[in-house]
């Protein structure tokens, strides 16, 4: 059973928004580094955006700089993605991780094998 819960995926016009939110179930979200990865079909498993446990550090691939932000809350132990100015190439299954590591966030981002837990997933489609 999955420890972690995203909500907010959809259908969206091409240079729309959405906002992706990941919280916990049972694991205390505040401890872990957070990634956001998406999967197109046919397409390997990427990270979009990463933040480390503390919030302080951030990785985004250049595919989604300026377009993507990642945040985190920690008074309500969610992760939050706001996606702006989203393309047809953003549609896929996002999900949200979780991993506690002492690699930099940056290298965790690149591998999602190196990721302990796992949400089931949203759907985001970007489609006129």
């Known amino acids: 059973q999955s420890q972690l819960v995203e909500s907010g995926g959809g259908l969206v016009q091409p240079g729309g928004s959405l906002r992706l939110s990941c919280a916990a179930s049972?694991?205390?979200?505040?401890?872990?580094?957070v990634g956001w990865f998406r999967q197109a079909p046919g397409k390997e498993r990427e990270g979009v955006s990463c933040?480390?446990?503390?919030?302080?550090?951030?990785y985004r691939p250049d595919s989604v700089k300026g377009r993507f932000t990642i945040s985190r809350d920690m008074a309500k132990s969610t992760v939050t993605l706001e996606m702006n100015n989203l393309k047809p190439e953003d549609t896929g299954n996002y999900f949200c991780a979780a991993h506690r590591n002492f690699r930099p966030i940056q290298e965790l981002c690149d591998d999602a094998r190196a990721w302990s837990y796992w949400g089931q997933g949203t759907q985001v489609t970007v489609s006129s």
């Open positions: 049972r694991l205390g979200l505040n401890n872990y580094h």
């Open positions: 933040v480390s446990f503390t919030g302080i550090r951030t």
